[in-house]
């Protein structure tokens, strides 16, 4: 099923919150955290593509495909899920971001099973946190292809929130186990701890 499946590594962002530096060369473990994502990824796709808007040449050199937003001015995961979308050639499109290094390995597959069960337009993990509180990952959507023409309706009406967006297709909430394993790293420090938990 896999091969129905085209990844999508969001590493678009200013990176704002970690001093402006570009989040997907930003090393974890030893290799980019894009590089990272690439790995943990490719097994569950069919196709790897990265979404970035500056240091092409060097993510051009991790040997796939790199797609820059579809609309200028770095306009949040949606531009890059909309560049991503109107690439890819396969029913499905998985987003994965690029600061959130520990994502499932079985991610595609639960999305996509519970997607083709329910027949989902989008699917999303949800996990529930220590509080009991229900935390959901929008910016680890899987998408069916046939959503591209409403994404781009959304943007070009100025729409940038990804959860008021997929809220309007109804996306289906997936549970995980595991919340740790969607800890998204913002700033340098994040960075650190997470490396040091290993």
């Known amino acids: 099923m896999s091969d129905q499946v085209t990844g999508l590594i969001l590493a678009g962002g200013r990176g704002s919150r970690m001093g402006g530096v570009d989040k997907g060369l930003e090393r974890f473990q030893g290799e980019p955290m894009a590089v990272r994502a690439m790995v943990r990824l490719m097994p569950q796709v069919g196709d790897v ?41 396969t029913p499905y499109l998985q987003a994965v971001p690029c600061d959130v290094p ?37 910016v680890f959507l899987l998408m069916r292809s046939d959503v591209h023409d409403s994404l781009l309706q959304y943007v070009t009406k100025g729409g940038r929130k990804i959860d008021q967006w997929t809220k309007t297709l109804d996306a289906l909430e997936v549970e995980f186990p595991d919340s740790q394993a969607f800890f998204n790293v913002n700033t340098l420090d994040e960075l650190k701890e997470l490396e040091s938990r290993r």
Not at 51 to 79: C, H, K, W
């Open 49 to 89: 593509v990265v979404n970035a808007n500056r240091n092409i040449g060097v993510y051009d050199s991790f040997g796939v495909t790199v797609l820059m937003d579809a609309i200028e001015g770095y306009q949040g995961p949606l531009a890059g899920m909309l560049a991503g979308l109107s690439y890819a050639e």
């Open 102 to 138: 520990n994502f499932p390995t079985d991610l595609v597959e639960r999305l996509l099973q519970a997607a083709m069960k329910e027949n989902a337009a989008l699917a999303m993990p949800v996990t529930v946190e220590p509080d009991g509180r229900r935390q959901t990952h929008p």
